[in-house]
């Protein structure tokens, strides 16, 4: 018979967070770490940019997928990091620190909240994020188990990339991934099991599980001169809907180029009788950049144009076209039934 | 019949924010506000502090209690920025921002989301902030209501005071109240009915619902010269452990002092058969400080000294002690059973 797990019901905060901390990294921008009520981390041009991200189980995540996939800590770690290194990425910053707030129930295995931590110090390490280190936390009691993570990024000295600084004329560009994301997430809820995957269809689930920003791509477009930035977290068509609201503009998508990305997924689309169009349009969370950029400008590296900005004629009002055509803003929105 | 509520799953995420966007007040430390992927805020002297913490529904607060009070959103809004206000206040530094991440039901009202964000300004103009204001957020859906506040502040070029600058010899006083969150939860939790309070009840479970954490104490106490400092979140003696073991150092506690602060509460204690002195040694969420100063200076105003600082003898271990003898360490941990 297995021997019960350690659970964090067995064990003391304190004694828990001496099991967190060598698991994180460390950075140079942290002035001052984990252990009072504050940390302090270097702002060195005077500014800090800042964000905050949730996810909760069973919303934003499963623990268990029809699939047989578990989520593991780890995944948990990594995805909580990433989203919220994007958001920095997205402004043309680089993270400086997270602090992480950790809500779970009493049973939940105190290897699980290691390998959590294990996978936010990956993240932060794999995707590129040097001078970023967890500076500290707050961990919780909850019916389920929920991470909220802020970032806070330096920009550098450069100006941030806003939403609103669209023009007619621009250049629409992607950086990262369209479309993998969803194709994972269609997977992992899919009744193909786990044990049968092949290493693309298991590189799919973790474009899922664990999305993998450019962050290089972010600060190379704000000194590139990007006009406006967002990363992709609820679909393409929903964000770029957003940018072109914030821009008074519209943005038209060119097909060929979105049939590119389409087409990489067309065997796990076929498995699964499914179209990958609404994938590439729709799906969020491959946290990828979308920009605009001069049209006079060579493309940053990572960067692929997929269309262009157009003035707002009349009162035909903000939005997004496919080819000149309406396009149907597939996508996430938290409440909308 | 009256009319159902307008909840949350009635409203597009977007429609949400432009409800509660008007209720968040303004400051000059936001150089950049909600609308894009992270805010931006100033950080004058290179450095920004950063704290996190997350408050979840029937932890932290029930919405119901058994005196029949029901926990407003307005109440939730004002806890969770005093409680991250408390914790740069705890440093010696000042808010410049909040960033707030609530999850919720859809069957929340959207009144109870207006609600919390008055109770979010209301707490960050009355406490006395007036760098701070929300500069973005997260929405999102779980079973239950966690509210995660992250918040960053500014030292104005003082160094922050740490738990571990305690000296033998030190005074060791505090500002703000001690026990009243605790004597208003027993009152919360009681089944004196809420219609029959008394003012000063009212005001008692006001501490405990709306905690007034003293601003303007924490950067006095650092250019008086503060050694060690921290917010009494989980009660005063667990509190002072922790400050202790930080700084290699025994606190001893004037039990006269401490006497003082249960005086006030005897009437309610009365009302309740219980002692009042474990509200005041033991009771969290007042928010108060705790700090250590040099013997030889005048205390700054809002603080009173409750004792002194003592150098650990040989074996003996760091502690806390009343009138010399051993102390338990009375509070709350949120994980040991």
């Given at each position: 018979m297995p021997a019960e797990p350690l659970t964090?019901?067995?064990?003391?905060?304190?004694?828990?967070?001496?099991?967190?901390?060598?698991r994180l990294n460390t950075s140079a921008s942290i002035l001052l770490g984990p252990g009072d009520d504050a940390a302090m981390v270097a702002a060195p041009d005077g500014r800090t940019l800042i964000s905050i991200?949730?996810?909760?189980?069973?919303?934003?995540?499963?623990l268990a997928w029809n699939s047989g996939y578990r989520t593991t800590g780890f995944d948990v770690g990594w995805k909580a990091a990433a989203q919220n290194l994007s958001d920095i990425n997205a402004m043309g910053g680089q993270a400086t620190s997270l602090v992480v707030s950790l809500t779970m129930p009493p049973a939940t295995p105190v290897a699980w909240v290691e390998?959590?931590?294990?996978?936010?110090?990956?993240?932060i390490v794999a995707l590129g994020a040097p001078d970023c280190s967890v500076s500290g936390g707050d961990l919780g009691r909850g019916r389920e188990i929920a991470v909220t993570v802020a970032v806070v990024g330096s920009l550098g000295g450069l100006e941030p990339v806003l939403r609103?600084?669209?023009?007619?004329?621009?250049?629409?560009?992607?950086?990262?991934?369209?479309?993998?994301?969803?194709?994972?997430?269609?997977?992992?809820?899919?009744?193909?099991?786990?044990?049968?995957?092949?290493?693309?269809?298991?590189?799919?689930?973790?474009?899922?599980?664990?999305?993998?920003?450019p962050l290089a791509?972010?600060?190379?477009?704000a000194r590139a001169g990007a006009t406006a930035m967002m990363d992709i977290s609820d679909g393409l068509m929903r964000?770029?809907?957003?940018?072109?609201?914030?821009?008074?503009?519209?943005?038209?998508?060119?097909?060929?180029?979105?049939?590119g990305y389409a087409a990489a997924l067309v065997p796990v689309a076929a498995l699964l009788d499914q179209d990958p169009m609404p994938w590439?349009?729709?799906?969020?969370?491959?946290?990828?950049?979308?920009?605009?950029?001069?049209?006079?400008?060579?493309?940053?590296?990572?960067?692929?144009?997929?269309?262009?900005?157009?003035?707002?004629?009349?009162?035909?009002?903000?939005?997004?076209?496919?080819?000149?055509?309406a396009a149907d803003t597939v996508g996430w929105d938290h409440f909308a039934d």
């Open positions: 964090v019901a067995h064990v003391s905060e304190s004694q828990l967070l001496s099991r967190i901390f060598p991200d949730t996810q909760t189980q069973d919303q934003d995540f499963r390998d959590f931590a294990d996978g936010l110090t990956a993240a609103s600084g669209a023009r007619a004329g621009d250049v629409v560009a992607v950086a990262g991934t369209l479309g993998r994301a969803a194709a994972g997430l269609a997977l992992l809820e899919s009744h193909v099991p786990v044990t049968e995957w092949t290493a693309e269809q298991r590189s799919l689930a973790d474009s899922q599980c664990r999305p993998t920003p791509a972010g600060p190379l477009a964000d770029a809907g957003r940018l072109a609201a914030a821009s008074n503009a519209v943005f038209d998508f060119d097909p060929v180029a979105l049939k590439v349009v729709g799906g969020g969370e491959d946290h990828g950049l979308l920009a605009t950029f001069p049209a006079d400008i060579q493309l940053p590296d990572g960067f692929t144009a997929i269309g262009s900005v157009q003035a707002v004629a009349g009162s035909q009002g903000d939005g997004v076209r496919i080819a000149g055509q």
